[in-house]
């Protein structure tokens, strides 16, 4: 059974990075798509972006300036970092896995609360 | 991007009653790539349907997925209690893949 089990900085100050990981159990990251999906009271679930085991990767055209994913294979990890953080960027954020490049999810990561303010 | 639009915003049903879900695209969804998932509160999200038709690996057989090109449809044929919860569409036939802003089914 594939398990994704997410961490990282839950309170953030504007202007600060944000960075996640999720770890990946019960499968390996080789051969996958993995997603970062935001959900927030005022905007809903919102995707972030994908990449694969081999640093592919696909982001969200609103967030692209600002967002960078990664994987370690060796770790059977993959991360996420946003810069420059706002208020906006407050949200529950999960990991999930993907069939393959574009797809839908099929297994999620528990989120993470990342709170932005001063 | 395609835009999805679910209705109701709420459906309030007794178990066993019949739910039905609309999800609909600003713009024709190519291969009938869209998926249905199912929150519940603190919860992440749980694939129920995706191809807008076909189940995922353990879900029964009362979720039922239909439709194509910008309408789609999801049934919950006799509601039980664990079926209470929030309803997204998702479409990945587009980039960025986008989401419906969700259903929530609660006990009248």
């Known amino acids: 059974q594939v398990q994704l089990q997410q961490w990282g900085a839950g309170l953030l100050k504007p202007s600060e990075t944000l960075s996640l990981t999720c770890a990946v159990y019960?499968?390996?990251?080789?051969?996958?798509?993995w997603s970062w999906i935001r959900q927030s009271p005022g905007k809903g679930l919102e995707w972030v972006g994908e990449?694969?085991?081999?640093?592919?990767?696909n982001y969200t055209p609103s967030l692209k300036s600002r967002v960078s994913m990664s994987v370690d294979t060796t770790k059977n990890q993959l991360s996420l970092r946003l810069t420059s953080v706002t208020a906006a960027d407050t949200a529950v954020y999960y990991c999930?896995?993907?069939?393959?490049?574009?797809?839908?999810?099929?297994?999620w990561g528990q989120g993470t609360l990342v709170t932005v303010s001063s | 991007e395609i835009v999805l639009t679910q209705s109701p915003g709420t459906l309030s049903l007794s178990p066993g009653e019949r739910a039905t879900l609309s999800c609909g695209a600003s713009?024709?969804?190519?291969?009938?790539?869209l998926a249905w998932y199912q929150q519940k509160a603190g919860r992440a999200p749980r694939l129920l349907i995706f191809?807008?038709?076909s189940r995922a690996t353990g879900i029964p057989d009362r979720f039922i997925g239909r439709g194509s090109g910008t309408d789609f449809t999801l049934t919950i044929n006799g509601l039980e209690p664990e079926d209470f919860a929030v309803y997204f569409c998702?479409?990945?036939?587009?980039?960025?893949?986008?989401f419906g802003q969700g259903t929530k089914v609660e006990i009248k």
């Open positions: 999930a896995r993907q069939l393959g490049r574009g797809l839908f999810s099929d297994y």
């Open positions: 019960g499968g390996s990251v080789k051969g996958y798509y």
């Open positions: 990449i694969n085991h081999i640093g592919a990767t």
């Open positions: 713009q024709s969804v190519s291969n009938n790539y």
């Open positions: 191809g807008a038709s």
């Open positions: 998702q479409q990945y036939a587009g980039s960025p893949r986008t």
